[in-house]
């Protein structure tokens, strides 16, 4: 009876299960696919999200795009563009207060994905004022100090950078040998001295957020030094011409020497490494989504640039198997990225994101960006090598991507320990 029984079910199992895909499809309207949102990531976003990525996306393309080429050629950053990006709202978004908008971060990473769209260097000037200046100081700065700088750094009206790479550190900051101590003349004031380089902003910069060592103890603290109140040759700010990347921002270096700065100016609280790696969390976690905006660019150019080449008897080399696997290839790589970095946006809100989570979509959309990047490059051909077709620009940019806040190696490392348990860094 019981197998008898089993049987029947089974077999009226079967036939709903049969049945049931004509249902649905007798329900539901058949759905189109779309290219520019393949797994229809929009419908994750709110309506307040979209509309800011609305905003974003209409400003970088009527009023960022138009300047870009003119930038990238001759290495020429137009620091209006923090002050209009203030005017709207765009710069701290995530930051309560203060002049900011105080979004989401999925908001935020809608934001810096429009930005990159346009140039991986405009993100650049953006995340350094956003994340890792605006940023450290909401974390860790006085009740003063986010009073004294939050407002005009939101509106664009004070620019900041951030120092912590050295000429010989890059991936191991703990080894900086830039110094704190007393100041031997003025009272209450500490004496900073050292180097900082390939810094985002530096020589257009009022305030610095410079992380150094105080020579009493050996320890990591981080400083507020701002440019008008340093005394002549205390604070030099070269600017690093003739890169091959991020040629529409600027870069430049930090040199101290006994830089007198105020006791007020440091950071009360956090010591060691843990302040600065959260200021970087932060900007990792804005170029996970930037650079898929980098590479949502190229997909549309190349997309477009495909269909227009006509080849072999007339026809749009989009026609043919090898361009066609390109595409495809990148389209499914944008549109993971996207998911992965909206899931820990969402997490990141909740206070649920392990920086292990922000290593991984930092690492996995820089490289993944960048490689096919390169391979639609190739659909250009020849004329890739033009800078009007901006393929190039978005190649040489999304290489430099890799190396900066945590080198993609250094990624993996870190995902090797939290996988492992066994630390690999000597």
Known sequence: MFGSVSRHATRQLAASARAAPLARRNLHAPVAFDWKDPLSASNMFTDEELAISETAESYCQERMLPRVLDAYRNEDYDKKILEEMGELGLLGATIQGYGCAGVSSVASGLITRAVERVDSGYRSGMSVQSSLVMGGIEEFGTQEQKDKFLPGMAKGKIL???????????SDPGSMETTAKPHPSKKGYFSISGAKTWITNSPISDVFLVWAKLESTGKIRGFLIE???????????PKISHKNGLRASITGMIQLDDCPVPEANMFPEVEGLRGPFSCLNSARYGIAWGTIGALEDCIDRARTYALERKQFKGNPIAKYQLVQKKLADATTDAAYG??????????????KAAPEMISMIKRQNCDRALVNARILQEIFGGNAVSDEYHIGRHVANLFVTQTYEGQSDIHSLILGRAITGIQAFV
């Open 227 to 237: 440019r008008d109140q340093c005394p002549p040759g205390t604070l030099e700010t």
């Open 338 to 351: 996207i998911l992965a970095a909206a899931q820990v946006g969402r997490l990141k809100d909740e206070g």
């Open 160 to 170: 900041g950078c951030f120092g912590l790479t050295e000429p010989n550190h890059g």
